[in-house]
């Protein structure tokens, strides 16, 4: 019976160390990325769909919040569309231009839910999350579980360097999920957003994503590109954040993830 129990015993150490052991491989660490974010507090966070892994640069960094700004975008259009606030069939439902003139001379002009995302029209989406209406949005936040899903900014204001917050990790979360069609939207809005998104088709590469910038004081000091790779029938889903004192905004987290996906031959 000691022998038995002893075996018994053995094999659970064997069996919980196995596990273990799985999930250490399950996240890689790569502080050498590091290069790629000179003069940023940066963080990178990949998750690779086949492998089942997790690539992470800067680990703390990426289960910090910051404002979402504009890669709202993605969860603001599918909740307008799944609300009937946007057209289900096709990205042309058209909002009018007030009239307001803008620093970013693409916003001056009426706009359709395909050019509103391409430009990241910021008084498209206050449009229609004012539309959407706040019981609704808390609804789809909460359903959701975006981040803080903290509204109390106000409801055309509260992902604009406001009070919504969500981190790296969570971002990937979702997109992984808007991916998977795991989210609480019809299939054809999830498809729809995803084609709204995609910015290559390059060597049969599809190459998809959303910037955000934040600025504090009339300087750039947050920027987000968020997205996903799909090559050769595997998905790579990606979220960076960048932090800094001035010229930190959406474009430059771009180009440091295209450079890290670069580095890692998945673009």
């Given at each position: 019976?000691?022998?038995?129990?002893?075996?018994?015993?053995?094999?659970?150490?064997?069996?919980?160390?196995?596990?273990?052991?799985?999930?250490?491989?399950?996240?890689?660490?790569?502080?050498?990325?590091?290069?790629?974010?000179?003069?940023?507090?940066?963080?990178?966070?990949?998750?690779?769909?086949?492998?089942?892994?997790?690539?992470?640069?800067?680990?703390?960094?990426?289960?910090?919040?910051?404002?979402?700004?504009?890669?709202?975008?993605?969860?603001?259009?599918?909740?307008?569309?799944?609300?009937?606030?946007?057209?289900?069939?096709?990205?042309?439902?058209?909002?009018?231009?007030?009239?307001?003139?803008?620093?970013?001379?693409?916003?001056?002009?009426?706009?359709?839910?395909?050019?509103?995302?391409?430009?990241?029209?910021?008084?498209?989406?206050?449009?229609?999350?004012?539309?959407?209406?706040?019981?609704?949005?808390?609804?789809?936040?909460?359903?959701?579980?975006?981040?803080?899903?903290?509204?109390?900014?106000?409801?055309?204001?509260?992902?604009?360097?406001?009070?919504?917050?969500?981190?790296?990790?969570?971002?990937?979360?979702?997109?992984?999920?808007?991916?998977?069609?795991?989210?609480?939207?019809?299939?054809?809005?999830?498809?729809?957003?995803?084609?709204?998104?995609?910015?290559?088709?390059?060597?049969?590469?599809?190459?998809?994503?959303?910037?955000?910038?934040?600025?504090?004081?009339?300087?750039?000091?947050?920027?987000?590109?968020?997205?996903?790779?799909?090559?050769?029938?595997?998905?790579?889903?990606?979220?960076?954040?960048?932090?800094?004192?001035?010229?930190?905004?959406?474009?430059?987290?771009?180009?440091?993830?295209q450079q890290i996906l670069t580095e890692l031959?998945?673009?």
């Open positions: 019976m000691y022998r038995y129990a002893l075996l018994v015993l053995l094999t659970l150490f064997l069996q919980l160390g196995s596990l273990v052991s799985a999930e250490a491989t399950s996240q890689n660490i790569r502080d050498d990325l590091g290069k790629y974010f000179q003069n940023y507090q940066g963080t990178f966070v990949l998750y690779d769909e086949a492998a089942d892994q997790y690539t992470i640069y800067n680990e703390e960094q990426s289960s910090i919040r910051f404002s979402p700004c504009s890669t709202f975008k993605i969860p603001n259009s599918l909740i307008g569309l799944e609300s009937g606030i946007l057209e289900k069939e096709n990205e042309r439902t058209l909002l009018k231009w007030s009239g307001k003139q803008y620093s970013i001379s693409a916003w001056n002009q009426d706009h359709t839910l395909a050019t509103a995302m391409a430009n990241s029209v910021v008084w498209y989406y206050q449009e229609v999350a004012r539309k959407i209406g706040p019981e609704r949005m808390g609804y789809f936040l909460q359903s959701l579980q975006y981040g803080n899903q903290d509204m109390s900014g106000g409801i055309d204001r509260f992902w604009l360097q406001s009070t919504l917050t969500i981190s790296a990790k969570e971002q990937v979360a979702f997109i992984k999920k808007l991916y998977q069609n795991d989210l609480p939207f019809s299939q054809d809005n999830m498809a729809l957003v995803r084609k709204l998104i995609i910015l290559s088709t390059e060597k049969n590469v599809i190459f998809s994503g959303k910037t955000g910038s934040a600025m504090e004081d009339s300087k750039l000091v947050l920027g987000w590109f968020v997205g996903c790779v799909e090559k050769d029938g595997h998905r790579y889903f990606f979220a960076t954040n960048i932090t800094g004192s001035d010229e930190a905004f959406g474009a430059r987290a771009k180009e440091i993830s031959a998945i673009l």
